[in-house]
Each structure stands twice: as structure tokens, then as C-alpha cells.
């Protein structure tokens, strides 16, 4: 029900923005996030924004990526900055709503060539 789309190649110092959209409504969000999981590790938290427009980062993102999300459209973006080789993983695009519920897309690859 999320489809993400923007990861790619780039090189290291590069940019990049993910974009997440529900295919269909989702109601009662409360947060949308992006996670990411690099092979051979476990799935982190890159990103958070409530509904209320509160956000937190993981300390090795902050001041490089910028979350966004469009509440009436139900999209989130991630604008990353300032790539850097260590940040190559699939990323993920999760929502949840008030009710716990939680939603995930397939993932899109982003490889970071140093």
C-alpha cells in the first residue's frame, strides 16, 4: 500500500530524495518514517515525522537528511545530503497510525560510491 521511489547510484557528497505515497487512504495516521538496513544489519530508524510535524534522526543523518511529509496528500519524502558511502541500504517507508497499525513499503535501493 506505500510505494517508494527516488533511490539510485550516486556518488559520495551527492544527493538524493526518496518519495512515499499510499496507494490508497490510510487513516488516523500518526507518524511516517523511514528506516533503512544496510546487508548484514539490522533494519534502523533513519527518520520520523508525526503528525503534529515533530521530527527525530538518527545522530548519524542529522544536519544531512530532511524529513517532509504532506498530510493531506499522505506522502513522506527524505531529502539526503552530503552522502556518504556507509549510508548504502534499502530503505524503507513505514507508516503507523493511531491505532498501532503499521503499514511498509518494498523498499528502494540507494548506493552511495565512494
Known amino acids: 500500500q506505500l510505494v517508494e521511489s527516488g533511490g539510485g547510484l550516486v556518488q559520495t557528497g551527492g544527493s538524493l530524495r526518496l518519495s512515499c505515497a499510499a496507494s490508497?487512504?490510510?487513516?488516523?495516521?500518526?507518524?511516517m518514517r523511514w528506516y533503512r538496513q544496510a546487508p548484514g544489519n539490522q533494519r534502523e530508524l533513519v527518520a520520523a515525522?508525526?503528525?503534529?510535524?515533530?521530527?527525530n534522526y538518527a545522530d548519524s543523518v542529522k544536519g544531512r537528511f530532511t524529513i517532509s511529509r504532506d498530510n493531506a496528500k499522505n506522502t513522506v519524502s527524505l531529502q539526503m545530503n552530503s552522502l556518504k558511502p556507509e549510508d548504502t541500504a534499502v530503505y524503507y517507508c513505514?507508516?503507523?497510525?493511531?491505532?498501532?497499525?503499521?503499514?511498509w513499503g518494498q523498499g528502494t535501493q540507494v548506493t552511495v560510491s565512494s
Open positions: 513505514n507508516v503507523v497510525t493511531w491505532g498501532r497499525t503499521d503499514y
Open positions: 490508497g487512504s490510510i487513516p488516523n495516521i500518526y507518524a
Open positions: 515525522i508525526t503528525s503534529g510535524g515533530n521530527t
